[in-house]
């Protein structure tokens, strides 16, 4: 059973920085394709990225793009997800998980369904 735990969310302000992780134990990371998702308050969960697990192509939401940066660690056994001019709308709980496959389908998705859910990483932008 792929695990998966992220953290690294905080508060924030408007136009700062934070990286979320999403390590994974027991198993190697790179085996696998690797999406973030998030989910704000009385939103649906939507697709935030995603990295491909042979050649690391990544994908992007439209909202994001530009502005977060996916990455992996394969000696940390994690994926990275720095996300720079943070903006309100990006206030939500983060999660990451295991996707059969990275495309921009997989990373614009709406209520991506996954059948092991971590608790995620809560993001707040707020001034």
């Known amino acids: 059973q792929v695990q998966l735990v992220e953290s690294g969310g905080a508060l924030v302000q408007p136009g700062e920085s934070l990286r979320l992780s999403c390590a994974a134990s027991?198993?190697?990371?790179?085996?696998?394709?690797i999406g973030w998702f998030r989910q704000a308050p009385g939103k649906e969960r939507e697709g935030v990225s995603c990295?491909?697990?042979?050649?690391?192509?990544?994908y992007y939401g439209d909202s994001v793009k530009g502005r977060f940066t996916i990455t992996r660690d394969n000696a940390e056994n994690t994926v990275y997800l720095q996300m720079n001019s943070l903006k309100p709308e990006d206030t939500a709980i983060y999660y990451c998980?295991?996707?059969?496959?990275?495309?921009?389908?997989?990373?614009?998705?709406?209520?991506?369904?996954?059948?092991?859910w971590g608790q995620g990483t809560q993001v707040t932008v707020s001034s």
């Open positions: 990295i491909s697990k042979s050649d690391d192509i990544t």
């Open positions: 027991g198993f190697k990371l790179n085996y696998y394709h």
């Open positions: 998980a295991a996707v059969p496959i990275c495309t921009y389908e997989i990373a614009t998705s709406t209520n991506y369904r996954y059948p092991n």
